[in-house]
C-alpha cells in the first residue's frame, strides 16, 4: 500500500489566515481524496483532487474556501482560507493505491487545525 | 437518511467478550465496503474489506447482506487492545469512501 507523509501535524491558527497543508505519497496516484473530521464526528469528503484538473468539491465545499493544488501524480495541498473557529477539525488526505476503487484506501497522519 | 449508518456505542465489553456491530447503508448500487479502524487521535487504518462471501481474519469476522443493505462485524475473544472506533466504510462507485458515523469500543480488563 502507499506511504503518505501529511504536514503539518498539527497547528494553531489565528482567525482570518489561511493554512496549507501538504500530501506527498511515495507512488503515483490518480485521485487524492481531502477529507475533514471535526471533534467527535466522522470523516466528510471535502473534495477529490485530480491531477491535471480541477478537484471536483462535494456539497457545501467551494473552491474559494478550501483551494486545492494537484501538480503532479505524488502530491496535493489543500488550503484553509480565511479561517474561523468553525474550520477547528482534522484533516486528511488520503489516496487509492490501486486505483480500482475495491481495495483498502491509504490515510495520511492527518493535520490536526485549531483556530482560535 | 444518512448514507451509512452505525450504533455509535460505546460498546464495553470484558476480555474475551464476542461483540458484533453492525452498519446499513442506503445505496444500493454500493460496490466495496469496509471495516476500518481509528484510534484516538489517529487516522483510519484499513482493518478488512467485506464480501458477499463474508471473509475472516483471525478474530474478525466480517459479512456483507446486499439484499438487505447490511454490513456486520464480529470481533471474538476481544483483547485490550482492540478499543478503538470502528467505521463502516463503503464506495459507492464515485471512487471517493462514504464514512459511518463510527461505533466506539472499550474492551476492559
Known amino acids: 500500500s502507499a506511504v503518505i507523509s501529511q504536514k503539518p501535524s498539527r497547528d494553531i491558527c489565528q482567525r482570518g489566515t489561511s493554512l496549507t497543508i501538504q500530501c506527498q505519497v511515495d507512488?503515483?496516484?490518480?485521485?487524492m481524496f481531502w477529507y475533514r473530521q471535526q471533534p467527535g464526528q466522522s470523516l466528510t469528503l471535502i473534495a477529490t483532487?485530480?491531477?491535471?484538473?480541477?478537484?471536483?468539491?462535494e456539497s457545501g465545499f467551494v473552491i474559494d474556501k478550501f483551494p486545492i493544488s494537484r501538480p503532479n501524480l505524488t502530491f496535493s495541498t489543500l488550503t484553509v482560507s480565511n479561517m474561523s473557529p468553525e474550520d477547528s477539525s482534522i484533516y486528511l488526505c488520503?489516496?487509492?493505491?490501486?486505483?480500482?476503487?475495491?481495495?483498502?484506501?491509504?490515510f495520511g497522519s492527518g493535520t490536526r487545525l485549531t483556530v482560535v | 437518511r444518512k448514507e451509512v449508518e452505525q450504533d455509535p456505542g460505546p460498546f464495553n465489553v470484558p476480555e474475551g467478550a464476542t461483540v458484533a456491530f453492525n452498519c446499513t447503508y442506503s445505496?444500493?448500487?454500493?460496490?466495496?465496503f469496509f471495516w476500518y479502524r481509528q484510534d484516538c487521535r489517529k487516522e483510519p487504518k484499513l482493518l478488512m474489506s467485506v464480501y458477499s462471501s463474508g471473509n475472516e481474519d483471525g478474530r474478525f469476522t466480517a459479512q456483507l447482506n446486499r439484499a438487505s443493505q447490511y454490513i456486520s462485524l464480529l470481533i471474538r475473544d476481544s483483547k485490550l487492545s482492540d478499543s478503538a472506533t470502528y467505521l463502516c466504510v463503503v464506495n459507492t462507485g464515485r471512487r471517493a469512501l462514504t464514512f459511518g458515523s463510527g461505533t466506539r469500543l472499550q474492551v476492559q480488563p
Open positions: 483532487a485530480n491531477q491535471g484538473s480541477e478537484a471536483t468539491y
Open positions: 488520503s489516496v487509492d493505491p490501486q486505483g480500482r476503487g475495491s481495495y483498502g484506501y491509504t
Open positions: 507512488s503515483q496516484v490518480t485521485m
Open positions: 445505496n444500493s448500487a454500493s460496490q466495496s
